[in-house]
């Protein structure tokens, strides 16, 4: 499909809290190979703690079943205070985790809480980014992260599904803004917007996704490959930003 290096920046382990989504190592792995897809950020469909508390466990030995292909991120619960950052010093310090995935709408938490602001300052610390996918009405709105953006410079922010289709502009105006927001692009219904992103945002700061298996990482790729947008650009989204963002 693609000759480049392909990162997919978003993607699900396990089985989601209401039971409609699920997808195993073995089915990603097969995903990405008849995508042509080399690696995958991954995390769980569960934050920790959780219904599940090996959740990341899990997520290690996927990981070291497939080591060239997998890029682990943890997902955490901010409002569980303590036990959430001791698990975040354990996932990246011990076990080599690469990035957090916090999920405003799962957790209930708006990014600028200050339980949340205690966990994003250790991703901080620890120079990891973070995944937040937006779009839910009523947090995780770009406008919400962008404030944590605002108070934490230093931390990179990937703002999950460049705010879905309804708020993708608002999103793209705010990394416009914000040197440390980076746009991911899944579930995006358009590929007419990459342009008008390039017109404002650095060309470093867009990576592809494609949340799956919310959606299907061979759909979100033509996205990307029918862009009005220059083959160096495709190429940045498709997986030279990403390596950049996580030191690949």
Not at 47 to 55: A, E, I, L, S, Y
Not at 66 to 84: K, S, V
Not at 100 to 110: K, W
Not at 237 to 246: E, F, T, V, Y
Request: net charge negative; aromatic share 8%.
């Amino acid at each position: 499909m693609v000759d480049e290096l392909v990162l997919d920046f978003h993607t699900y382990l396990g089985q989601d809290a209401h039971g409609d989504h699920s997808q195993t190592v073995d089915e990603l792995i097969a995903t990405m190979d008849a995508c042509h897809i080399n690696q995958a950020v991954v995390a769980p469909f569960l934050d920790f703690p959780g219904p599940d508390p090996q959740v990341h466990r899990a997520l290690y030995e996927s990981w070291h079943r497939f080591p060239e292909r997998l890029i682990p991120f943890a997902r955490l619960d901010p409002r569980y205070g303590r036990q959430a950052l001791e698990e975040l010093v354990f996932t990246v310090d011990n076990l080599g985790f690469k990035g957090l995935l916090f999920d405003p709408a799962s957790t209930r938490s708006l990014p600028y809480h200050p339980k949340v602001l205690s966990l994003m300052q250790a991703a901080a610390e620890r120079e990891i980014p973070v995944l937040i996918p937006t779009g839910n009405a009523y947090v995780g709105l770009p406008e919400q992260v962008a404030v944590l953006a605002a108070r934490m410079p230093s931390l990179k922010i990937v703002l999950g599904h460049m705010g879905t289709a309804a708020h993708a502009l608002r999103a793209i105006h705010l990394a416009s803004r914000y040197d440390n927001l980076y746009l991911e692009t899944s579930l995006q219904q358009s590929p007419f917007r990459l342009p008008l992103c390039f017109q404002v945002v650095d060309e470093r700061r867009v990576l592809f996704g494609s949340a799956a298996p919310y959606s299907h990482p061979c759909a979100e790729l033509v996205k990307i490959q029918v862009a009005e947008i220059s083959p160096r650009e495709k190429a940045m989204i498709l997986g030279i930003n990403a390596r950049a963002l996580l030191g690949l």
